[in-house]
């Protein structure tokens, strides 16, 4: 009896597998950081490319039993998806430690082993369907990325209605789905009874996640406020933006006025948190119907523009709880324009927290529009007399570098010229963050607006900047003009009554700075000297910190890390320097160094014992294949996490962008991949290559040339518009990218089919690499810069087409 | 480097022999005390690399002998008893942490307390950073927020010995009105900002200090001080010898 390929099996397979990457990335954003997206990629890709190995090595005892290994793979990857991430959340592993303690790394390792082998197993059934259904390849390929790309959507979709760990057994009930269609698909035998095994382990799983709870990492905010008797979740919400927490205490008042001057002397009102993620928090505030409850709030830093002139139209980037409205309020602003990304926050704040605020929300000066600031930004004609950065993320997180690897299109030249433009002659956009020691964020904050307003073409910059600090939070000013006498006046007013020191106003000298939050030197003076004088260049180089403007090219604001700083770091180790470090670039770097060992170790080495040297591998050089392999696995993935990240900022939201990201490139290089095969027919190898990579380099260089003013067209426009758009963009280039590696393979199959095992475990092991590396290079060097790189090594690839010297040019024609 | 603090310097170096060198039958008593020398020297050597980023380059020879004396292994889990005289944070489960012995020095350093002063503590913790204190001081108060582990630390602070450190449960936001002013106040729990009511319980020329940073690592110490006319004046001290600028020392 001839079978057919179970392909509504693959398919959702490849569908709970690619949810399973995005959720992954999601539950850990939670339980840990965000930077461990990264990880997750790569550990993704490594357990394809183990698998590659594996199944490479055991194909011929694994054909024989095809159906079963097939349905116990499938059955695995069903049990190990909730199992493992289980099993990695309960090992107490801890970041912030790593340097102290070695079996932190340990644990890092396991944890990455641990969550490699869910996408072990699904590839093992993937890669063996293609190997045994070799005939319809390309009816696999298409079902399995119809099905990946149906999986990064429905996964962004189910996280709306659903918990986090509730999607995580539905993504377990898919694998036990797609073994259940394998078993009919393939006419196993005995189907009754695997069919109840599967509702029997189903019911097993059902009963292990509804006992099973996140477990955050102690040192997270959500859970180190929760140990506070008294504390209570009053409500979850949860979407693909994030998981919100909402506590209250009633015995111990949440007090939450960061920056305050220790002239202050009131507190807050009553206040309810909000977590995302279990950390960045945001107060809701209760409406007491006294204005004077509301004082603290100018006490803060962020209260000085209302000191220097009566804005009338005012807008806030990031509403969060609303504290900015209600400062904006406090000063009689006329009109508050409020943007909120998260609509989940806003209908808590319109709906549950109504009457907590005095419906806020709901009141008629103030309009809130839930979308990303950046965005809001484009889209906006309106222009306002004051514009507000609010300070939205955790000073605990920023301090420990934990966003250094998160782009952020806020902070950027390009964001700032944006909301420049939107401002009011004389008017303000005012930007408050974290105060570091030695100080980063501010000074590379102010070397940001120096460049936006050079290259808005004002040539004194100086003349339009003030700022100011107090030991915990500065705010950067930047008028749209002039600054005058009589607001440098009102600024030394407000700053002097509240203890907050003036570093930095057009007619600054250097004994007013520095004098009420003294540091060992006046830092920030001497900084903002040096960037608006000659000596940048320099100042920047013996800076320890990087410093250099974030742009939309290179959107790291929140990265400082200077390798030539590291030795010097490391040696204070003892004497209090760690905090010296970007914590999150270092869990890159050591991911980078793990996927490297792991990889070498999982896919290449076991090659090296197993696979035999077949006669024609002297026709064909072993050197230019890995040389190929290696290129075009390195360069697939750098294109792609590029893209991700460029349409970051022209999607506006990181989830999307990678959903809709890579389910284009997947559903694009699977039809680039299968048209290969037809190409064959017609074409030579050399030509069929030479066509596809013409094509990547070509459209790879307009790309870099002209997206950008795409983007800038288009990026005002609805989303139901971009989504098609980004499509459009992403289809043809995905399309020559899912070409090179099928040729290569099938001209290894024609002519040294004993180096195709090598071609696939090079290629893993690229890839996983290389989604690391990808980052790594964008925050030193930009994206359009690794898109060139990408480019550069597709240039290789072409050199080093695997070509048998003296053979002919043979087609694969059947 | 003047004359006294060289003569500083060689005192240290002598107490802390002496400690190593402490009679055979104490080292009998207490296992740890040599790995305590060994700590305790560690950690003059980084204040002294200080680069002035520190108020001063050494540590107060009384501080060395509070340090000296309390035995940290005590305040850290059992399991984690080998690491307690590392110079390095160890976690004490409830998500806290027992803070670097390096930065359990400093501070202690900067709050300059005398024999008679009132020292007021805001999150216990582990108890180490109190029972130090207490060891300067006549009367040391500490309040922490969760309540195991308020009580695990009251305690053990009884086992200890240490009558004179009281310790209370509860929300350290409004000080202990019952017990103000301090000369001292030191805030090791996170909060966003400074409760208004600490400043008004610090004592005109009183000091305090705030460890401000993640759990694992303190970015910076604040310093506030209120003179003895009443003005709050703070620094903002890195805990490390480092200059931010390459070629300058």
Same mark, same amino acid.
């Given at each position: 009896?001839?079978?057919?390929?179970?392909?509504?099996?693959?398919?959702? =397979?490849?569908?709970?597998?690619?949810?399973?990457?995005?959720?992954?990335?999601?539950?850990?954003?939670?339980?840990?950081?965000?930077?461990?997206?990264?990880?997750?990629?790569?550990?993704?890709?490594?357990?394809?490319?183990?698998?590659?190995?594996?199944?490479?090595?055991?194909?011929?005892?694994?054909?024989?039993?095809?159906?079963?290994?097939?349905?116990?793979?499938?059955?695995?990857?069903?049990?190990?998806?909730?199992?493992?991430?289980?099993?990695?959340?309960?090992?107490?592993?801890?970041?912030?430690?790593?340097?102290?303690?070695?079996?932190?790394?340990?644990?890092?390792?396991?944890?990455?082993?641990?969550?490699?082998?869910?996408?072990?197993?699904?590839? /093992?059934?993937?890669?063996?369907?293609?190997?045994?259904?070799?005939?319809?390849?390309?009816?696999?390929?298409?079902?399995?990325?119809?099905?990946?790309?149906?999986?990064?959507?429905?996964?962004?979709?189910?996280?709306?209605?659903?918990?986090?760990?509730?999607?995580?057994?539905?993504?377990?009930?898919?694998?036990?789905?797609?073994?259940?269609?394998?078993?009919?698909?393939?006419?196993?035998?005995?189907?009754?009874?695997?069919?109840?095994?599967?509702?029997?382990?189903?019911?097993?799983?059902?009963?292990?996640?509804?006992?099973?709870?996140?477990?955050?990492?102690?040192?997270?905010?959500?859970?180190?406020?929760?140990?506070?008797?008294?504390?209570?979740?009053?409500?979850?919400?949860?979407?693909?933006?994030?998981?919100?927490?909402?506590?209250?205490?009633?015995?111990?008042?949440?007090?939450?006025?960061?920056?305050?001057?220790?002239?202050?002397?009131?507190?807050?009102?009553?206040?309810?948190?909000?977590?995302?993620?279990?950390?960045?928090?945001?107060?809701?505030?209760?409406?007491?119907? /006294?204005?004077?409850?509301?004082?603290? =709030?100018?006490?803060?830093?962020?209260?000085?523009?209302?000191?220097? #002139?009566?804005?009338?139209?005012?807008?806030?980037?990031?509403?969060?709880?609303?504290?900015?409205?209600?400062?904006?309020?406090?000063?009689?602003?006329?009109?508050?324009?409020?943007?909120?990304? /998260?609509?989940?926050?806003?209908?808590?704040?319109?709906?549950?927290?109504?009457?907590?605020?005095?419906?806020?929300? /709901?009141?008629?000066?103030?309009?809130?529009?839930?979308?990303?600031?950046?965005?809001?930004?484009?889209?906006?004609?309106?222009?306002?007399?004051?514009?507000?950065?609010?300070?939205?993320?955790?000073?605990?997180?920023?301090?420990?570098?934990?966003?250094? =690897?998160?782009?952020?299109?806020?902070?950027?030249?390009?964001?700032?010229?944006?909301?420049?433009?939107?401002?009011?002659?004389?008017?303000?956009?005012?930007?408050?963050?974290?105060?570091?020691?030695?100080?980063?964020?501010?000074?590379?904050?102010?070397?940001?607006?120096?460049?936006?307003?050079?290259?808005?073409?004002?040539?004194?910059?100086?003349?339009?900047?003030?700022?100011?600090?107090?030991?915990?939070?500065?705010?950067?000013?930047?008028?749209?003009?002039?600054?005058?006498?009589?607001?440098?006046?009102?600024?030394?007013?407000?700053?002097?009554?509240?203890?907050?020191?003036?570093?930095?106003?057009?007619?600054?000298?250097?004994?007013?700075?520095?004098? #009420?939050?003294?540091?060992?030197?006046?830092?920030?003076?001497?900084?903002?000297?040096?960037?608006?004088?000659?000596?940048?260049?320099?100042?920047?180089?013996?800076?320890?910190?990087?410093?250099?403007?974030?742009?939309?090219?290179?959107?790291?604001?929140?990265?400082?890390?200077?390798?030539?700083?590291?030795?010097?770091?490391?040696?204070?180790?003892?004497?209090?320097?760690?905090?010296?470090?970007?914590?999150?670039?270092?869990?890159?770097?050591?991911?980078?160094?793990?996927?490297?060992?792991?990889?070498?170790?999982?896919?290449?080495?076991?090659?090296?014992?197993?696979?035999?040297?077949?006669?024609?591998?002297?026709?064909?050089?072993?050197?230019?294949?890995?040389?190929?392999?290696?290129?075009?696995?390195?360069? #697939?993935?750098?294109?792609?996490?590029?893209?991700?990240?460029?349409?970051?900022?022209?999607?506006?939201?990181?989830?999307?962008?990678?959903?809709?990201?890579?389910?284009?490139?997947?559903?694009?290089?699977?039809?680039?991949?299968?048209?290969?095969?037809?190409?064959?027919?017609?074409?030579?190898?050399?030509?069929?290559?030479?066509?596809? =990579?013409?094509? $990547?380099?070509?459209?790879?260089?307009?790309?870099?040339?002209?997206?950008?003013?795409?983007?800038?067209?288009?990026?005002?426009?609805?989303?139901?518009?971009?989504?098609?758009?980004?499509?459009?963009?992403?289809?043809?280039?995905?399309?020559?990218?899912?070409?090179?590696?099928?040729?290569?393979?099938?001209?290894?199959?024609?002519?040294?089919?004993?180096?195709?095992?090598?071609?696939?475990? $090079?290629?893993?092991?690229?890839?996983?690499?290389?989604?690391?590396?990808?980052?790594?290079?964008?925050?030193?060097?930009?994206?359009?810069?690794?898109?060139?790189?990408?480019?550069?090594?597709?240039?290789?690839?072409?050199?080093?087409?695997?070509?048998?010297?003296?053979?002919?040019?043979?087609?694969?024609?059947? | 480097?003047?004359?006294?603090?060289?003569?500083? +310097?060689?005192?240290?170096?002598?107490?802390?022999?002496?400690?190593?060198?402490?009679?055979?039958?104490?080292?009998?008593?207490?296992?740890?005390?040599?790995?305590?020398?060994?700590?305790?020297?560690?950690?003059?050597?980084?204040?002294?690399?200080?680069?002035?980023?520190?108020?001063?380059?050494?540590?107060?020879?009384?501080?060395?002998?509070?340090?000296?004396?309390?035995?940290?292994?005590?305040?850290?889990?059992?399991?984690?008893?080998?690491?307690?005289?590392?110079?390095?944070?160890?976690?004490?489960? +409830?998500?806290?942490?027992?803070?670097?012995?390096?930065?359990?020095?400093?501070?202690?350093?900067?709050?300059?307390?005398?024999?008679?002063?009132?020292?007021?503590?805001?999150?216990?913790?582990?108890?180490?950073?109190?029972?130090?204190?207490?060891?300067?001081?006549?009367?040391?108060?500490?309040?922490?927020?969760?309540?195991?582990?308020?009580?695990?630390?009251?305690?053990?602070?009884?086992?200890?010995?240490?009558?004179?450190?009281?310790?209370?449960?509860?929300?350290?936001?409004?000080?202990?009105?019952?017990?103000?002013?301090?000369?001292?106040?030191?805030?090791?729990?996170?909060?966003?900002?400074?409760?208004?009511?600490?400043?008004?319980?610090?004592?005109?020329?009183?000091?305090?200090?705030?460890?401000?940073?993640?759990?694992?690592?303190?970015?910076?110490?604040?310093?506030?001080?209120?003179?003895?006319?009443?003005?709050?004046?703070?620094?903002?001290?890195?805990?490390?010898?480092?200059?931010?600028?390459?070629?300058? +020392?």
């Amino acid at each position: 009896m001839k079978l057919k390929a179970p392909v509504y099996s693959i398919a959702m =397979l490849s569908s709970a597998m690619l949810a399973y990457e995005i959720l992954l990335m999601r539950l850990f954003s939670i339980i840990q950081w965000h930077h461990f997206a990264y990880m997750i990629i790569s550990l993704a890709l490594l357990g394809f490319g183990a698998s590659g190995t594996f199944v490479s090595i055991f194909q011929a005892a694994f054909s024989k039993r095809f159906t079963a290994v097939f349905l116990i793979n499938i059955i695995l990857f069903s049990v190990s998806s909730l199992s493992c991430f289980l099993l990695a959340q309960s090992a107490p592993f801890n970041p912030d430690e790593i340097l102290w303690d070695r079996q932190q790394s340990l644990r890092l390792l396991g944890i990455y082993l641990l969550l490699a082998l869910p996408f072990f197993f699904a590839a /093992n059934a993937i890669a063996l369907a293609l190997t045994c259904f070799h005939q319809s390849i390309a009816r696999i390929y298409a079902f399995d990325l119809f099905g990946a790309g149906l999986g990064c959507f429905g996964i962004v979709l189910l996280l709306f209605i659903t918990m986090p760990l509730h999607a995580l057994l539905i993504i377990g009930y898919m694998g036990l789905t797609a073994a259940a269609l394998a078993a009919w698909e393939l006419k196993a035998e005995r189907r009754g009874w695997i069919l109840g095994a599967l509702i029997l382990l189903g019911s097993g799983m059902a009963v292990i996640d509804s006992r099973s709870q996140l477990k955050l990492s102690p040192y997270k905010e959500l859970t180190q406020m929760l140990r506070i008797h008294g504390t209570d979740v009053v409500s979850e919400h949860s979407s693909p933006l994030g998981l919100l927490s909402v506590l209250q205490n009633h015995a111990i008042p949440l007090r939450h006025a960061p920056g305050l001057s220790l002239s202050a002397t009131g507190e807050p009102p009553e206040q309810t948190g909000v977590f995302t993620d279990g950390g960045s928090m945001t107060a809701i505030t209760r409406e007491t119907g /006294n204005p004077a409850d509301y004082a603290y =709030l100018d006490q803060v830093t962020s209260a000085a523009p209302y000191h220097l #002139f009566q804005p009338k139209h005012v807008l806030i980037l990031g509403a969060g709880g609303g504290s900015n409205i209600l400062q904006a309020r406090y000063h009689s602003a006329h009109q508050i324009d409020a943007v909120e990304l /998260n609509p989940q926050l806003i209908r808590l704040m319109r709906e549950d927290y109504a009457d907590f605020t005095g419906n806020l929300l /709901n009141t008629e000066n103030i309009t809130i529009y839930q979308g990303e600031a950046r965005g809001f930004i484009s889209a906006t004609g309106k222009q306002y007399d004051l514009i507000e950065i609010a300070l939205l993320d955790s000073f605990a997180a920023s301090s420990a570098g934990l966003y250094a =690897l998160n782009e952020s299109y806020l902070y950027t030249v390009e964001a700032l010229q944006a909301m420049l433009k939107r401002l009011q002659p004389d008017g303000y956009l005012v930007i408050t963050r974290w105060i570091k020691l030695p100080p980063r964020d501010s000074l590379k904050l102010f070397a940001t607006a120096v460049d936006a307003l050079k290259k808005s073409g004002l040539e004194n910059p100086g003349q339009q900047l003030m700022f100011l600090r107090s030991w915990q939070t500065g705010t950067l000013l930047i008028k749209n003009g002039p600054v005058t006498v009589d607001e440098i006046n009102a600024l030394k007013a407000f700053a002097s009554t509240r203890a907050f020191d003036l570093d930095w106003h057009p007619d600054i000298q250097p004994d007013e700075t520095n004098r #009420f939050n003294r540091l060992a030197e006046s830092y920030f003076y001497q900084a903002a000297e040096a960037i608006l004088g000659d000596e940048r260049a320099a100042f920047f180089d013996r800076y320890k910190f990087d410093l250099q403007p974030a742009t939309d090219d290179r959107p790291y604001f929140f990265h400082f890390f200077k390798w030539s700083v590291l030795p010097e770091i490391l040696s204070l180790r003892e004497s209090g320097g760690l905090s010296l470090l970007d914590g999150g670039y270092l869990v890159l770097v050591a991911t980078l160094a793990q996927a490297i060992v792991t990889s070498i170790i999982l896919i290449l080495f076991p090659l090296f014992f197993t696979v035999k040297q077949t006669p024609p591998i002297n026709t064909i050089s072993k050197g230019h294949v890995i040389t190929y392999f290696s290129a075009v696995g390195l360069a #697939f993935l750098f294109i792609e996490i590029a893209f991700i990240q460029k349409f970051i900022l022209f999607l506006h939201h990181p989830l999307y962008a990678v959903a809709l990201v890579l389910a284009a490139f997947l559903v694009f290089a699977g039809l680039g991949s299968s048209f290969s095969w037809k190409l064959l027919k017609s074409y030579s190898y050399q030509r069929a290559i030479a066509l596809s =990579l013409t094509g $990547i380099i070509m459209l790879g260089l307009l790309y870099m040339l002209f997206l950008q003013s795409i983007f800038a067209f288009f990026m005002a426009s609805a989303i139901i518009l971009k989504i098609p758009l980004t499509i459009l963009l992403i289809a043809p280039l995905a399309f020559f990218m899912g070409m090179p590696f099928p040729l290569a393979l099938a001209k290894l199959s024609a002519a040294a089919p004993g180096l195709i095992p090598w071609a696939w475990g $090079i290629n893993g092991c690229a890839s996983v690499v290389s989604a690391v590396l990808a980052t790594l290079l964008a925050i030193a060097i930009g994206f359009n810069a690794v898109i060139l790189l990408a480019l550069l090594l597709y240039g290789v690839a072409w050199l080093s087409f695997p070509v048998k010297h003296s053979a002919k040019n043979a087609s694969l024609t059947k | 480097m003047n004359h006294f603090l060289v003569n500083q +310097h060689i005192f240290s170096i002598i107490v802390c022999l002496l400690l190593i060198a402490i009679p055979t039958a104490a080292q009998a008593e207490d296992p740890y005390a040599a790995k305590r020398a060994a700590m305790i020297a560690a950690i003059e050597m980084d204040v002294r690399a200080g680069y002035g980023n520190l108020e001063r380059d050494n540590l107060d020879k009384k501080v060395v002998k509070a340090l000296a004396k309390v035995p940290r292994h005590e305040f850290v889990p059992k399991n984690l008893q080998y690491a307690a005289y590392e110079n390095r944070p160890l976690p004490i489960g +409830h998500g806290q942490t027992i803070s670097q012995p390096y930065i359990v020095a400093i501070m202690t350093n900067l709050l300059q307390v005398g024999k008679n002063d009132r020292v007021l503590e805001i999150g216990t913790g582990s108890g180490y950073q109190i029972a130090v204190l207490a060891e300067l001081v006549d009367k040391a108060y500490s309040i922490e927020i969760i309540e195991p582990l308020g009580k695990r630390t009251k305690t053990l602070l009884q086992r200890l010995g240490y009558n004179n450190i009281t310790l209370k449960i509860g929300d350290g936001y409004y000080g202990w009105e019952e017990h103000a002013p301090f000369d001292a106040i030191i805030v090791t729990a996170a909060a966003s900002h400074i409760p208004p009511p600490l400043i008004k319980q610090l004592k005109p020329g009183g000091r305090m200090v705030v460890p401000v940073g993640s759990r694992f690592m303190v970015q910076e110490l604040l310093l506030v001080q209120k003179s003895d006319k009443g003005e709050i004046s703070t620094r903002q001290l890195l805990p490390v010898g480092f200059v931010p600028l390459t070629g300058k +020392h």
